[in-house]
T-cell receptor, first 114, second 112 residues
Framework: AQSVTQPDIHITVSEGASLELRCNYS??????LFWYVQSPGQGLQLLLK??????LVQGIKGFEAEFKRSQSSFNLRKPSVHWSDAAEYFC????????????FGKGTHLIIQP | NAGVTQTPKFRILKIGQSMTLQCTQD?????MYWYRQDPGMGLKLIYY???????DKGEVPNGYNVSRSTTEDFPLRLELAAPSQTSVYFC???????????FGQGTRLTVV
């Protein structure tokens, strides 16, 4: 079965600084990979996804993520964060040949300092 | 565009009571899912459906039941509420299996 690890429970970044959120997955083949964002009291919104092809994917709100097969990672990045980026971020994996539904990491809570 | 709609948004239940969480999507998606979200634990799949009349268990199905009589609706039933079912419940749908899922706003359930 697939699994997802987000090593950082909380991350604090100053407004305007760069951001990298880590995600490692465990799966025997190339999975489908996703990053979702959840604002307080809201549902999850898709930021970006990787299915195949170019390993650097662009998403909404200025986010990007890079799939690195050798490291089993799919880290999320943003060059300059805004206060409105404060939220919970979830990495998720879908198994091409496995069970239905996505497997989620436990999330990283992003705090933006003024 | 409504997308995925969940009702109610909040609910308090007493131990042993039952209730149904409603979920409707207007995107004509075949795949629908119920997840629960507990603090610091991410989202766990409760049940899913690949089309009308077809449902299957996810990772944490105990204490829940589902039905899928139409493409649009996927209600989640709690028969005998327990404190362990205090959680935020999310319904989601997708066009194909393991592709991006579209989420509802969630139902915050407290069992006391």
């Amino acid at each position: 079965a697939q699994s997802v690890t987000q090593p950082d429970i909380h991350i604090t970044v100053s407004e305007g600084a760069s951001l990298e959120l880590r995600c490692n997955y465990s799966y025997g083949a190339t999975p489908y990979l996703f990053w979702y964002v959840q604002s307080p009291g809201q549902g999850l919104q898709l930021l970006l996804k990787y299915f195949s092809g170019d390993t650097l994917v662009q998403g909404i709100k200025g986010f990007e993520a890079e799939f690195k097969r050798s490291q089993s990672s799919f880290n999320l990045r943003k060059p300059s964060v805004h206060w409105s980026d404060a939220a919970e971020y979830f990495c998720a994996v879908g198994a091409r040949g496995g069970a239905d539904g996505l497997t989620f990491g436990k999330g990283t809570h992003l705090i933006i300092q003024p | 565009n409504a997308g995925v709609t969940q009702t109610p948004k909040f609910r308090i239940l007493k131990i042993g009571q039952s209730m149904t969480l409603q979920c409707t999507q207007d995107m004509n998606h075949n795949y629908m899912y119920w997840y629960r979200q507990d603090p610091g634990m991410g989202l766990k799949l409760i049940y899913y459906s690949v089309g009308a009349g077809i449902t299957d268990k996810g990772e944490v199905p105990n204490g829940y039941n589902v039905s899928r009589s139409t493409t649009e609706d996927f209600p989640l039933r709690l028969e005998l509420a327990a404190p362990s079912q205090t959680s935020v419940y999310f319904c989601a749908s997708s066009e194909q299996r393991v592709t991006e899922a579209f989420f509802g706003q969630g139902t915050r359930l407290t069992v006391v």
